[in-house]
């Protein structure tokens, strides 16, 4: 089976800040890779499809990149509404969530 | 616009069942699959299965083959996860996602609509 390794599992940073979170997979998935935000209480909401496309609606503060097996999403200024969870998940095959990054304020 | 209503939060005894309901609207019921994601208090993301609504084709992840089914009525556009022989392990939130394709390969999909998620508590 494929493994999803999320880094770093936490992060503190500040309002404005540029933060990147890493994916990495256990094999190569291509470009099978997307990511999402979830805030507490609520439901994950799709950031970035396809590891490098951005989600309708989505701020282009939001940004992917990465093939085969490392991946990044990078939010260039951090919003208050940024503080929270993020997951990567990988779709090549068995579907399977990394174990998510939470963003605090620092 | 595009809708999952699920049902609400249930307690359950330990070896009892759940059956969770998933209403979507908003699009063609049987062009897009539906998954099961759930997630313990304070825990990420799991995965636990699939359906097609257009033919009732399921597949679950290998940790809950056995006791979990998924079914789904066209006439009514819902889909149901059930759950069976409950253990406190199983509290969770239980989401319903759907699985829209953004290429010709059957592994470029993503979740890009959601349910809101129930509670379902085991416990004694």
């Known amino acids: 089976d494929i493994q999803m390794t999320q880094s770093p599992s936490s992060l503190s940073a500040s309002v404005g800040d540029r933060v990147t979170i890493t994916c990495r997979a256990s094999q190569n998935i291509s470009t099978n890779l997307n990511w999402y935000r979830q805030k507490p209480g609520k439901a994950p909401k799709l950031l970035i499809y396809?590891?490098?496309s951005l989600q309708s609606g989505v701020p282009s503060r939001f940004s992917g990149s990465g093939s085969g097996t490392d991946f990044t999403l990078t939010i260039s200024s951090l919003q208050v509404e940024d503080f929270a969870t993020y997951y990567c998940q990988q779709t090549f095959s068995n579907l399977l969530f990394g174990q998510g990054t939470k963003l605090e304020i620092k | 616009q595009v809708q999952l209503v699920q049902s609400g939060a249930e307690v359950k005894k330990p070896g009892a069942s759940v059956k969770v309901s998933c209403k979507v609207s908003?699009?063609?019921?049987?062009?897009?699959?539906i998954h099961w994601v759930r997630q313990a208090p304070g825990q990420g993301l799991e995965w636990m299965g699939i359906i097609d609504p257009s033919g009732g084709a399921t597949t679950s992840a290998q940790k809950f083959r056995g006791r979990v089914t998924m079914t789904r009525d066209t006439s009514t556009t819902t889909v149901y996860m059930e759950l069976s022989s409950l253990r406190s392990e199983d509290t969770a939130v239980y989401y319903c996602?759907?699985?829209?394709?953004?290429?010709?390969?059957?592994?470029?999909?993503?979740?890009?609509?959601w349910g809101q998620g129930p509670l379902v508590s085991v416990s004694s």
């Open positions: 396809g590891a490098s």
């Open positions: 908003g699009y063609r019921f049987t062009d897009y699959s």
């Open positions: 996602a759907r699985a829209g394709h953004y290429c010709g390969s059957a592994r470029c999909y993503a979740f890009d609509y």
